[in-house]
């Protein structure tokens, strides 16, 4: 990879301080980042780990909020979301394996937006807030699309917040070779109604299945999506789907995770 | 060059390390620790899996630097004192867990992981928590049933298998 | 009860405590002082033709020694290929040129334009983006049958066509065939794909050239399965160094599985700019870049037409493949889709008429070679995948139509050119049904579908051929090499023994499974032999490790050397207890004179031989070391009968492995815990391929599927354990030990019985699929349920 200055700041001011210098870049785990400078397609003149800032870590749950410190792991949140949202937890630790959940973070995952990550599922799914150094961002709009946030040059994650649904699940199809999903859904429900994020299958990375959200909303169960279907249109097609066959798991895994949310 | 320093396998050290220096090459460079492998650059294999502050992490996606100061343990530091091969060790040798060896290392280090937070762990759970760790040679058959016998478990049900 | 060592002992592996803490010593772990490191400007187009290589700039950056391009390569020679192959009219193969460094045109993505040598490879690869390139690119091909159509682009243009050769076997059956498929009862057709695979053994290739300017010498350090050949390939063809002034290390080779046979550009410009630059040179190549030069395996497109009596009684078997040859000539890439598959289409039935024909095709890819199994695997597949086709056809049972059809006796002459010496198909299909608890399918499948899921069984048998090869056979056929192998055995003054071997371990525990045949034949402990092996400097000329060989012809070489041994020792142990040669016997590492109570220890006898004080002087010279060298009088053929059991999840075309079961008939098994891992791995590299795997250009000649992220390594969770017996042994009948060779079967015999059970999950479900090609991935099985 190019060659690059690594800092390691100890507090969210001096990691924003770091971050308006040219060419920088956070460096939450790096489980992606790295493996992309390693092929030299990112080349940041500087990066500013978040691996040294206490503030940005841990999980804690209160009010109906489960908010996660940006450099959190997905490890730890598996393990400490297990008993205050445990769809999340389980969705946390199912990413990648083991060794990268002791690195990759939440932060790091939600600035990149990949289209087939697992948390940008969880978070739209959910609702909540992401957590800058300047502001808040609603998950409904933080995702814009592929690879696209609605993060400013410079701006860090410092938390993020979820809600906690009264029921949750979260359903991934694997795909074989990189085991990030062909497709997911993550479902939610509260009283409020029902939310379905799906990510893996659309072009425009992680998205609401209204139709589905609304047959939920007024009969949680499975069977409530059978009348639905989707729209190939759009979808992601690749070596290891079609459009029609990520569509088609669209609604199976929506159902699934329905079931699972019990 | 700014330099790092760690603890690895016990033992206090630095060199120098540029900031795209990675923990692997750090380990396998200036402290010629050849024991932890490189087989992708994709952050999967597993060949590189070593132990910080005591948790698994893939030495090829970690940059060395990000491990100043930290407790950093090896493939050579996973032996007994006497030099003997460790509980885990002994049982990939027993139960031929192994056979080009290359995956070998990141194989132990995750099974270390997996038994200090799993120390009976199912035959599901230990494939399950080697979804990062490649084997190419051994089908993982013998791999699964040395980690269920240095868990202490019989396996005379997978030999029969 | 087992025994505990010698012949038939489930030993530990000696080795495995290297490898286990650390200390394994593999090439990418040698660093020679001053050494330097290349990079490779590598196309990233297809095909095109360079008009501009402009490497001023990176020679001027920092650390940087020195920049390669094609030029420094005019004059020298290219990377050979081993075996020429005849055409069906009798024409030789097209042998284009290849290259180390590209020569004016690329002609696959990862084609090697430049070799930037620097300091660190840090420099050298910021040194490689300062070169400045034009390629005019050029369409490119790659569907084999588009490369053969009248106008195609060509991939090398002092070629004819896109066609090597178009090859038919036996040509002299091609008529008679023709009649027997058009009279008939029924013919059983079959198209199908056996896809482009990547061997990706964990450990990635690496070379280290270093050379001695005192005495002239180069050494390449490699990743070979066969340091020999590739000293002789590299030495005589492409540098120009006599073997005595070249010496070629594989030390600890992590996995090669055919992959690491094939002599490389790599390790050619590793040896000749340690020359030219008077400095070790390192090349460490990342997994990126293996996927898109390490050969490549399997690409076979084909048509099967099987045709039967009105009792399923097969009357003649007409393939006709197209095999990718990618764009060079790999080491042995030509014989993989003649010899290593033609010969095998017979498979375990007595079909009196088969025609192979296959055509070769050069395309715009990564060069294709063998991958464990190499074209056998591609014949059994093909094979076993008709016949249960024919089965459902028929409506005989599959289990049955294979029964009818069996060889039972032997030796069997196939009607494709070998000799069948020993084997009992009928005992490994019987073991097989019965560790796979048949009769209990019905309430697994019921167990299943209350779950959802559709259950399905599928079976196959195979047959190999393998202890690779009688050379004066081989070499009709076109082999440019010999196929024995040899083994030095030293003994020492104390009685210790140092086997040196032209074979060579890269994962399949020969310094354990080795030790084990001398130790039974002399009587001593296998802790008293140690074998050497991987370097050219103290191995006698031999030829590898690949073809399930290393038993069957390096065990039967050191078996020679052995029996020589005790040959002479006898004679020295006579002398002692004055006594006739021919009444000593050697037993439990003793020898004693028959009647007697004579007896001399093997390491008097071995002290003698250095210590000749009482010594037949005038009869033998001192010393006790032998060379042989064993060239096998056929080959092997191991064979067997696998069964899979398969779930499908109908909503999203999942499908998983419950069980798997392998009954193979090795012969004679010399350690039978490495016999049992080697089937595992087998098995898991033919489920990854019916699976998981897949190697895929997209029409312009991009890899697509270029890392682990998207090309499917079989993981743990998605293996079953194995069910493996190999209880079912008919000894080979023409080497010493009996042995036939283990290391290819699964791979060989594991992928039709996993398709043959999820075609077999879709018909039980009222879904009429016929076929579906590897990988059987979710999106495949979901679109053929769905089709």
């Known amino acids: 990879m190019y060659d690059f200055e690594l800092v390691k700041p100890t507090t969210v001011e001096e990691a924003v301080a770091a971050l308006s210098g040219d060419e920088a870049q956070p460096l939450g785990g790096g489980q992606t980042l790295i493996p992309t400078m390693k092929q030299r397609l990112a080349m940041p003149g500087t990066l500013v780990s978040t691996s040294g800032i206490a503030s ?9 909020v489960l908010t996660v410190g940006g450099a959190t792991t997905h490890g730890t949140v598996a393990a400490e979301a297990a008993s205050s949202y445990p769809a999340l937890a389980a969705l946390a630790g199912g990413i990648g394996d083991p060794a990268v959940r002791n690195r990759g973070t939440v932060g790091g995952s939600l600035a990149n937006n990949d289209p087939a990550a697992c948390y940008p599922a969880g978070l739209l799914g959910s609702g909540g807030v992401v957590v800058t150094n300047t502001r808040e961002i609603a998950a409904d709009d933080f995702f814009q699309g592929m690879f696209t946030t609605a993060l400013e040059e410079g701006e860090l994650i410092t938390a993020v917040k979820f809600n906690i649904p009264e029921k949750a699940a979260y359903a991934k199809f694997a795909q074989p070779a990189s085991r990030f999903p062909l497709t997911a859904a993550f479902v939610a429900k509260t009283s409020d109604g029902v939310r379905v994020a799906i990510t893996g299958a659309s072009e425009e990375g992680v998205f609401r299945w209204t139709e589905a959200e609304e047959a939920l909303s007024s009969n949680f169960s499975a069977d409530a999506v059978d009348g639905l279907s989707v729209d190939a249109d759009g979808m992601i097609g690749d070596i290891h789907g079609t459009p029609a066959y990520r569509a088609h798991l669209v609604k199976v895994m929506t159902k699934r995770a329905v079931t699972a949310a019990g | 060059m700014p330099t790092v320093s760690m603890t690895v396998n016990g033992k206090p050290t630095t060199a120098e390390a540029e ?24 952050s999967q294999c597993g060949a590189c899996v070593v132990h910080v502050n005591g948790e698994a992490v893939k030495a090829c996606t970690m940059f060395a630097a990000e491990a100043e100061g930290a407790d950093v343990q090896t493939i050579e530091g996973m032996a007994n004192a006497d030099g003997s091969l460790g509980v885990i060790q002994q049982a990939f040798q027993d139960h031929h867990g192994l056979q080009c060896g290359f995956c070998t290392p990141g194989m132990v280090m995750s099974a ?7 120390p009976k762990p199912t035959e599901t759970e230990i494939r399950d928590y080697l979804e990062g760790n490649i084997c190419r040679c051994t089908g993982y058959h013998n791999i699964v049933k040395a980690i269920m016998a240095a868990s202490g478990q019989d396996v005379t049900a997978i030999a029969a298998e | 009860m087992p025994k505990d060592h010698g012949i038939g002992a489930a030993n530990k592996r000696r080795e495995d405590v290297r490898f286990l803490t650390g200390k394994g010593r593999y090439t990418d772990d040698i660093n020679i002082n001053g050494q330097a490191y290349v990079h490779f400007l590598r196309s990233d187009v297809a095909h095109g033709k360079l008009t501009k290589v402009n490497t001023s700039a990176a020679e001027a950056a920092p650390g940087v020694l020195r920049v390669f391009t094609g030029k420094d390569f005019e004059g020298i020679g290219g990377l050979p290929c081993g075996w020429q192959v005849t055409d069906r009219h009798g024409n030789p193969m097209q042998e284009p040129a290849h290259p180390v460094l590209a020569q004016g045109k690329v002609r696959h993505v990862g084609d090697a334009i430049a070799a930037v040598v620097a300091e660190s490879y840090a420099e050298a690869r910021d040194a490689a983006e300062l070169i400045e390139l034009d390629i005019e690119e050029l369409p490119a091909v790659i569907d084999m049958k588009a490369a053969l159509a009248d106008g195609a682009p060509k991939v090398h243009d002092d070629l004819t066509s896109n066609l090597c050769y178009d090859w ?20 059983t057709t079959l198209e199908l794909v056996n896809q482009r695979l990547v061997a990706n053994p964990m450990e990635p290739r690496v070379a280290v050239g270093d050379y001695a300017s005192h005495s002239d010498e180069s050494t390449l350090y490699t990743t070979s399965q066969n340091p020999h050949v590739i000293r002789l390939l590299m030495g005589a063809f492409v540098l120009g160094i006599p073997e005595h002034k070249l010496r070629v290390v594989a030390p600890d080779v992590g996995g090669g599985f055919g992959s690491k046979i094939f002599h490389y550009a790599e390790e050619a410009f590793c040896t000749f700019a340690a020359k030219q630059l008077k400095r070790p040179v390192k090349w460490t190549s990342s997994r990126s870049e293996a996927f898109m030069t390490d050969a490549h395996g399997r690409d076979h497109v084909t048509k099967i037409e099987l045709a039967m009596d009105a009792e399923g009684n097969f009357l003649a078997l007409r393939t006709d493949t197209h095999a990718n040859m990618g764009a060079y000539l790999s080491t042995f890439s030509t014989s993989v889709p003649t010899w290593l598959h033609g010969t095998l289409m017979a498979g375990n039935y007595k079909t009196p008429l088969i025609y192979v024909n296959v055509k070769a095709v050069f395309t715009n890819t990564v060069p294709v070679d063998a991958y464990r199994g190499a074209g056998r695997p591609e014949a059994t597949f093909q094979l076993e995948r008709v016949i249960d086709k024919a089965a459902r056809e028929m409506g005989i049972d599959p289990v049955e139509l294979r029964r009818k059809n069996f060889v039972t006796e032997f030796p069997y002459a196939t009607p494709v050119a070998v000799e069948y010496d020993t084997g009992d198909y009928n005992a490994t299909l019987d073991k097989a049904l019965e560790l796979a608890d048949v009769s209990g399918f019905d309430a697994r499948a019921a167990e299943s579908a209350k779950n959802g899921k559709w259950r399905g069984l599928g079976m196959n048998c195979y047959i190999e051929a393998c202890g690779i090869a009688p050379s004066a056979l081989v070499g009709q056929l076109g082999a440019r090499a010999g196929l024995y192998e040899s083994a030095t055995v030293r003994v020492n003054a104390t009685g210790g023994l140092v086997v040196m071997t032209g074979s060579h371990s890269h994962g399949q525990g020969h ?5 084990q045949v001398i130790a039974e034949m002399i009587g001593i402990d296998e802790s008293q032999v140690e074998i050497v092996h991987g370097d050219t400097a103290n191995t006698p000329m031999g030829m590898g490790t690949y073809g399930s060989r290393s038993l069957a012809v390096g065990g039967s070489a050191m078996v020679r050397a052995t029996e020589k041994i005790i040959a002479k020792a006898k004679k020295i142990a006579a002398h002692l207890m004055e006594a006739s040669a021919d009444d000593v016997e050697l037993k439990d590492g003793a020898f004693s004179v028959a009647g007697t109570d004579k007896s001399v220890a093997w390491g008097d006898v071995c002290l003698a031989a250095y210590v000749p004080h009482n010594y037949p002087l005038d009869e033998i010279e001192p010393g006790l070391e032998e060379t042989a060298f064993y060239d096998p009088a056929n080959f092997t053929y191991p064979a067997g009968a696998y069964i899979c059991e398969v779930e499908v999840d109908p909503d999203t075309g999942k499908v998983t492995v419950e069980r798997f079961t392998a009954a193979d008939d090795f012969g004679n098994v010399v350690n039978p815990m490495i016999v049992e891992g080697q089937v595992h791995g087998g098995l898991a590299q033919g489920i990854g391929q019916a699976l998981l795997e897949n190697c895929v250009y997209d029409e312009n000649g991009q890899l697509v599927s270029a890392s682990f992220m998207d090309y499917a390594m079989p993981r743990a969770a998605d293996l079953p354990n194995f069910s493996v017996d190999h209880s079912c042994q008919t000894p080979c009948t023409h080497n010493p030990l009996g042995v036939k060779g283990c290391g290819e079967a699964g791979a ?21 699929v016929k076929h579906i090609d590897m990988p059987l991935s979710p999106a495949r099985v979901w679109a053929a349920m769905n089709g």
Do not use: W, Y
């Open chain 1, 56 to 64: 940005m870590k841990g999980v804690s749950a209160s009010g109906g």
């Open chain 2, 112 to 118: 270390a992981a997996l038994l200090k937070e799993n």
């Open chain 3, 168 to 187: 038919g076997f036996v040509e002299e059956n091609r008529d008679a065939v023709d009649q027997a498929i058009k009279g008939a009862h029924h013919v």
């Open chain 3, 748 to 768: 060989i015999g594991s992928p039709p019985a996993l398709v043959n059970a999820v075609v077999d999950a879709l018909q039980r479900n009222g879904k009429d």
């Open chain 3, 511 to 515: 310094e354990t499974a080795f030790p």
């Open chain 2, 19 to 42: 900031g795209r220096t990675l923990l692997v090459e750090f380990l396998r460079g200036p402290l010629g620790l050849t024991g932890t492998h490189v087989g992708c650059d994709t």
